[in-house]
């Protein structure tokens, strides 16, 4: 007898399971405790199968009992597809960057590019070398938006928290720092207030035009910078810092890679700022992606291992080596 739509609404995964562990054990007593069943909840396991596919499944004959030849048939076909069903309900994803290939969708600001993009796209070239990048503008504004509508896969970039199903992970806290034209201004590297506030300056306002956390930090204060140029990008800001009197206090990774590329100069702030977190967001649907999982680890990685050069790199300016600074500052 077949069994029609009508019939499969009376049959449960759980039945199909009893069936398989009944015929394998050839014992009702054994199969409950296999399935961890009273006997009674067994026995009716059984009688449902019964009238299910109008078979008697088990037979008792003088060696015990033994399946019935449809019952054995039914086993063949079904043993398969109940396997099937297992490995797609709990086998966990993976996914092999040495092999498998892929298109990420990533959501940053420019400036965040060209500090993480070199470094990361390298480790992901002699890691995964089928993985393509594709990187779009995202900002604090547009991160949510951009995650629901499948536009990013993920976000990097300095990120609030946002809605219940986005996720959010900080993956390092950065300062500001100035940069300019040290020969053009005729300023040295270390920047008194007096001087910051001198000079004109650049901006990049993310809500506000012509205003930047320094703008937050002086309000209450009689001290005003005098900002004469906003951009919501950073690309042509060393360009017009090469070529104009001008200071712009930036990420400190942009002014430190700016004064590597561009010759310029480099200052600490001389007001006080709080830093701010990078973090990377992601949509809650996309916790169990294997190779979402996987790019993570790495953005997480080269994210640190990015930071640690720049420390690394201040102490070596400061020509102390960053152990013994830790040892003085331990006494």
């Not at 360009?239 to 200052?267: H, K, N, Y």
Request: glycine content about 4%.
């Amino acid at each position: 007898m077949n069994i029609d739509k009508t019939d499969l609404r009376k049959v449960d995964l759980n039945l199909l399971v009893a069936f398989q562990v009944l015929v394998r054990e050839k014992s009702v007593s054994r199969a409950a405790e296999r399935l961890f069943l009273g006997q009674p909840a067994m026995s009716g396991a059984l009688a449902r199968l019964r009238e299910i596919m109008q078979d008697e499944i088990l037979v008792r004959t003088g060696r015990g009992m033994e399946p019935t030849a449809k019952a054995l048939a039914l086993y063949e076909q079904l043993a398969p597809a109940l396997e099937s069903i297992r490995t797609t309900l709990f086998a966990r994803p993976v996914f092999d960057p040495a092999t498998q290939s892929r298109t990420f969708h990533l959501g940053m600001r420019d400036w965040v590019e060209s500090w993480l993009m070199p470094a990361l796209l390298e480790r992901i070239q002699t890691a995964a070398p089928q993985v393509r990048i594709a990187v779009r503008a995202s900002d604090a504004q547009q991160g949510a938006r951009m995650l629901d509508s499948d536009e990013m896969d993920l976000g990097v970039s300095v990120f609030p928290d946002g809605p219940a199903w986005q996720r959010r992970e900080q993956l390092a806290a950065m300062g500001y720092r100035c940069v300019y034209d040290g020969k053009r201004l005729g300023l040295r590297s270390r920047l008194t207030l007096e001087q910051y506030l001198a000079h004109p300056h650049l901006v990049t306002p993310t809500q506000s035009d012509f205003r930047g956390p320094v703008d937050d930090e002086l309000i209450g204060s009689s001290k005003r910078r005098n900002v004469i140029y906003a951009t919501s990008r950073f690309a042509a800001l060393p360009l017009i810092l090469r070529r104009a009197a001008v200071i712009a206090t930036v990420p400190e990774q942009s002014a430190r890679q700016w004064a590597d590329v561009f010759g310029l100069t480099s200052s600490p702030v001389p007001v006080r700022i709080a830093p701010f977190a990078i973090s990377m967001i992601w949509h809650a649907k996309r916790d169990s992606d294997a190779g979402l999982q996987w790019l993570r680890a790495v953005v997480r990685d080269v994210v640190t291992s990015e930071m640690s050069n720049m420390s690394k790199a201040d102490a070596s300016k400061a020509g102390t080596p960053a152990r013994n600074r830790r040892r003085r500052a331990s006494l």
